[in-house]
Structures are given as structure tokens and as C-alpha cells.
Nanobody, 117 residues
Framework: QVQLVESGGGLVQPGGSLRLSCAAS????????MAWYRQAPGKQRELVAG???????NYAASVKGRFAISRDNAKNTVYLQMNSLNPEDTAVYYC???????????WGQGTQVTVSS
């Protein structure tokens, strides 16, 4: 059974930082491309950051320079370090695991991030 379990969300003031974690089980983590998406109320889900199985990274323009994605294959975990948060970053953040060769993709349940004073 595949599970992606996000943690680390919460309420933070503007300018603050949070680190999200996504622990994966039931998959061969090291061969999966991992990503963080977010969905704000009334908006479509959007890609925030991705990290390939080879640790190549990509970021949405809105978070570049503020967020950093990383992975620890020994712990089957992907992280999203979020700095200089602003209210526009408020959303539910979802972890995604994808293997194009196998045609498989999985989602976590999401973790709420709220940026407010």
C-alpha cells in the first residue's frame, strides 16, 4: 500500500518560515520524481517545486529564491523549506510521487499552510 504522509504545515506570520516533510512508503522512493503542489481556495492546484530521481530541481516562478526542495532517499522523505512566506502562499500543500516509466503517480492527503498576522 502506497502512502505519502505530509507534515509540517501550520500557521505562520508573514516573513516566517516552515519546513514541510513528506514521508513515503510502499514505493521504491529513489526512482520516483517527487514534487510539491498547492491549492488555494477557489484556485487550481499548481506545481510549487519538483525534484527528479536524479535530484534535478525546478520551481514555480512565484517561489523561486524563497523555497527549496530536497530529498533524502535513505529516509524516503522529500522536504520543502519555505522562507519569506507571504499571505499568497496560503494553501493546502500536497506531496506527489511520479514514475513516468511505470506510468504511476500518487498523492498525499495534504497539509494546510496559513500565512497570516
Amino acid at each position: 500500500q502506497v502512502q505519502l504522509v505530509e507534515s509540517g504545515g501550520g500557521l505562520v506570520q508573514p516573513g516566517g518560515s516552515l519546513r514541510l516533510s513528506c514521508a513515503a512508503s510502499g514505493i521504491t522512493f529513489r526512482i520516483y520524481d517527487m514534487a510539491w503542489y498547492r491549492q488555494a481556495p477557489g484556485k487550481q492546484r499548481e506545481l510549487v517545486a519538483g525534484i527528479s530521481s536524479l535530484s534535478d530541481t525546478n520551481y514555480a516562478a512565484s517561489v523561486k529564491g524563497r523555497f527549496a526542495i530536497s530529498r533524502d532517499n535513505a529516509k524516503n522523505t522529500v522536504y520543502l523549506q519555505m522562507n519569506s512566506l507571504n499571505p499568497e502562499d496560503t494553501a493546502v500543500y500536497y506531496c506527489n510521487a511520479r514514475s513516468l516509466p511505470m506510468g504511476l503517480a500518487f498523492w498525499g492527503q495534504g497539509t494546510q499552510v496559513t500565512v497570516s498576522s
